[in-house]
Antibody, heavy 119, light 111 residues
Framework: EVQLVETGGGLIQPGGSLRLSCAASGLTVSSNFMTWVRQAPGKGLEWVSVLYNTGSTYYADSVKGRFTISRDNSKNTLFLQMSSLRDEDSAVYYC?????????????WGQGSLVTVSS | QSALTQPASVSGSPGQSITISCTGTSSDVGGYDYVSWYQQYPGKAPKLLIYDVTNRPSGVSSRFSGSKSGNTASLTISGLQAEDEADYYCSSYASSSALYVFGTGTRVTVL
């Protein structure tokens, strides 16, 4: 059974940094396309970033230059390092496995980790 | 990259069929057969319903079906049931700096 468990969320002041973790079981992070998707309170889903099995990374324009996606193969864990956080980054952050051509659909999702950016 | 356009809400009576549209551009929905659909209950993670426009993952009810015409994709729910009351999102691969774009979301209400 595949499980993705996000941790690391919390309350952070604007301009601060936070690192989210997504511990995987039942799948190998390094062999898959892994992605982060976020959802602001009461809003829709927004794609944030993807890490391909090759190591290539891509980001939404809204987080480019501020967020970094990475993985620790020994821990089978995906990360999202977030810096220069803004109010509009407040959201539930989900990690998910991306499948298909270019990783265009997301089949396994974590339960989400809430990030609140507020002074 | 703008979000794909979905109706804010759709409703139907039990047993009826409803269709949710998802309109994009030739750079996303119209350009690729890589449209997926997700169901989300409040406070829960999204669940994959349809991928690559028409394909259902194992375990997803055959009452859910997908299609596409031009820049608009559609999700049809047949034999509407109370448990189908949820939010639904489409998503597409996109030839832009944002590789993936989601729809604005549709709240389905079972009357």
């Amino acid at each position: 059974e595949v499980q993705l468990v996000e941790t690391g969320g919390g309350l952070i002041q604007p301009g601060g940094s936070l690192r989210l973790s997504c511990a995987a079981s039942g799948l190998t992070v390094s062999s898959n396309f892994m992605t982060w998707v976020r959802q602001a309170p009461g809003k829709g889903l927004e794609w944030v970033s993807v890490l391909y099995n090759t190591g290539s990374t891509y980001y939404a324009d809204s987080v480019k230059g501020r967020f970094t996606i990475s993985r620790d193969n020994s821990k089978n864990t995906l990360f999202l390092q977030m810096s220069s956080l803004r109010d509009e980054d407040s959201a539930v952050y989900y990690c998910a496995r991306a499948l298909g051509v270019g990783g265009n659909y997301f089949d396994y999702w974590g339960q989400g980790s809430l990030v609140t950016v507020s002074s | 990259q703008s979000a794909l356009t979905q109706p804010a809400s759709v409703s139907g009576s039990p047993g009826q069929s409803i269709t949710i549209s998802c309109t994009g551009t030739s750079s996303d929905v119209g350009g690729y057969d890589y449209v997926s659909w997700y169901q989300q209950y409040p406070g829960k993670a999204p669940k994959l319903l349809i991928y690559d426009v028409t394909n259902r993952p194992s375990g997803v009810s055959s009452r859910f079906s997908g299609s596409k015409s031009g820049n608009t994709a559609s999700l049809t729910i047949s034999g509407l049931q109370a448990e189908d009351e949820a939010d639904y999102y489409c998503s597409s691969y996109a030839s832009s700096s944002a590789l993936y774009v989601f729809g604005t979301g549709t709240r389905v209400t079972v009357l």
